[in-house]
């Protein structure tokens, strides 16, 4: 039972200093979408900025969904990346990246439906 207590406890603590956000999955699945989000920073305020991708209406994308998202922190910091509406599931996804307080945004966004 300790060893149990003490994984979930370890676990908590990767998840909690972690900054990057993987949702879904990438295995077998086409990258529909890539981008560099790069944003200045603003002195002693945190910088928000939203990302919003849909999927193409074509009939080649007809019936498809996003299945995976991964937003990578370039920057190393405490900034996040959440998804606020859409994600996976749908064929749209917004993104919202926040920065730490007086650093820039750096993500590289991956999509894959």
């Known amino acids: 039972m300790k060893v ?10 990767v ?6 956000t993987f949702m879904g999955t990438n295995v077998l699945r086409p990258l529909v ?4 989000a790069e ?3 603003k002195v002693f305020r945190k910088r ?3 990302l919003y991708y849909s999927l193409p209406p074509v009939p080649a994308n007809a019936g498809r969904s ?7 922190d370039m920057t ?6 959440n998804v606020t509406q859409g994600g996976l599931g749908f ?3 917004n993104l919202r990246m926040k920065s730490d307080r007086g650093e820039k945004i750096h993500f590289d966004v991956y999509i894959y439906a």
């Open 4 to 13: 149990v207590a003490l994984a979930f406890l370890l676990a908590v603590v």
């Open 76 to 81: 190393h910091t405490g900034a996040t990346a």
């Open 48 to 50: 928000v900025e939203n």
């Open 39 to 41: 944003y200045g920073s």
């Open 15 to 20: 998840i909690v200093d972690c900054s990057h």
């Open 66 to 72: 996003i299945q995976g998202i991964l937003a990578y």
């Open 33 to 36: 979408y890539h981008h560099n």
């Open 91 to 93: 064929n749209f996804v």
